[in-house]
């Protein structure tokens, strides 16, 4: 069994130890040493990172009450290594997990409900609790949450005695009965957990709850604590300002400034359709009348005007009414529409000639086209079945 220093101390980041075992895995070392104060992946809380003497642990894991080191060297069996954890992940990682400890102890005391499931991921934390709450108790939450931070109250970890444990009511995903680990929040969670934690709340310095949706009959409830809170504070504020610069308004006139453009948005665009109807019905009465073929070409027009025009030329014409317009992409977009000719038919023989690609129904077919300009008109206007 290794000596698991990060129970008695997990504020423990540098120590020595002595390695026991070095095995070659398949891409990597495994270390087992007489002691560690790296935490191996457990209680939803990612193993630890750092390094053993010159070697980078990139992963810990533990088995049989062994704790294996994952590294990116091997050493020397009967050595006496320094070691070193990555400070900075680890406190942040306590600060998450502790904080979580709190969000969830309050909502076990105030609504029953219990922490059914837990995330630790790169962007944020998940907790999954086994019942619904709104976004309004939730922020209640948030608020106690936040008063326990300040309050101070330490953070007591230990593994109690059978019969101590038996007179204690805490919260567990398991039913454990040996070797169970208790983290008490004074005054506001008891809980089993393996994990390291803070040693006062006010280590944790901040609990922000992000968002919450319905998840399998409860809630899954994202939030962030400490630095990674204050990081993301720090993000947002960072995007509101350059969202503020943006819209030439306030920080905190951000909503309605939005509100404004999406609206002088939404008039520009009726403007812009009520535009588009006119210049189609222009352009179809300028198209000859008594055609056999009629060939169009526009760069304004989007594509809900451009079959409108196709409708309206393929009333003045016995045989193609093709439309080509520029937009995003490679050649040409086309309609093409017909009131006698039968173009599902005809489309093969039609995109070999414009260098075309699409299809439809025997009224009209649309793609994409890529044949130049002067070579389509040539082909359209001189197109018979
Ligand atoms: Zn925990």
């Not at 997990?97 to 102890?105: D, F, L, M, P, T």
């Not at 998940?126 to 939450?141: A, M, R």
């Not at 179809?284 to 030329?313: H, S």
Request: contains cysteine; negative net charge.
């Amino acid at each position: 069994m290794t000596e698991k220093l990060y129970y008695a101390d997990s504020h423990l980041w540098q120590f020595t130890a002595t390695v026991l075992r070095c095995e070659k895995t398949q891409d990597a070392w495994a270390l087992c040493l007489d002691r560690t104060a790296f935490f191996p992946e457990g209680g939803g809380q990612p193993a630890d990172t750092g390094f053993i003497g010159p070697a980078r642990v990139t992963d810990v894991q533990e088995r049989d009450g062994e704790i294996w080191h994952l590294s990116q060297a091997p050493l020397e069996p009967g050595t006496e290594q320094s070691c070193r954890l990555d400070r900075e992940q680890r406190l942040r990682r306590m600060q998450d997990h502790s904080g979580e400890h709190i969000v969830s102890g309050l909502v076990h005391k105030l609504h029953g409900l219990e922490n059914v499931g837990f995330h630790m991921g790169e962007a944020c934390m998940t907790v999954d609790f086994s019942g619904e709450l709104s976004w309004e108790q939730l922020q209640k939450i948030e608020t106690l949450a936040n008063e326990a931070v300040r309050a101070n109250v330490p953070v007591r970890a230990w593994f109690p005695e059978p019969e101590e444990l038996e007179g204690l009511r805490y919260r567990s995903k398991l039913e454990l009965t040996e070797n169970v680990r208790l983290v008490e929040i004074e005054g506001i969670d008891l809980c089993a957990c393996c994990a390291p934690h803070v040693e006062r709340t006010g280590e944790i310095g901040l609990i922000k709850l992000l968002d919450a949706q319905r998840h399998r009959g409860g809630v899954r409830v994202e939030l962030l604590c400490g630095m990674d809170a204050f990081d993301d504070y720090r993000l947002r504020q960072e995007e509101v300002t350059r969202v503020s610069r943006l819209l030439s308004a306030k920080r905190d006139e951000v909503p309605q400034a939005v509100e404004r453009q999406l609206e002088a948005a939404a008039r520009q665009k009726e403007r812009a359709d009520r535009l588009s109807l006119a210049l189609v019905r222009l352009l179809a009465e300028q198209a000859g009348e008594g055609q056999e073929n009629i060939c169009l070409f526009d760069e304004l027009l989007d594509e809900v005007a451009q079959r409108e025009l196709v409708n309206l030329l393929t009333e003045k014409c016995s045989g193609l009414a093709a439309v080509f317009c520029a937009g995003e992409g490679e050649g040409l977009r086309y309609v093409i529409g017909s009131r006698r000719i039968d173009l599902r038919a005809n489309a093969r023989r039609i995109n070999a000639g414009i260098g075309g690609r699409g299809g439809g129904s025997p009224t009209m077919i649309q793609g994409r086209a890529t044949a130049e300009p002067e070579a389509i008109r040539r082909f359209i206007d001189a197109f018979i079945v």
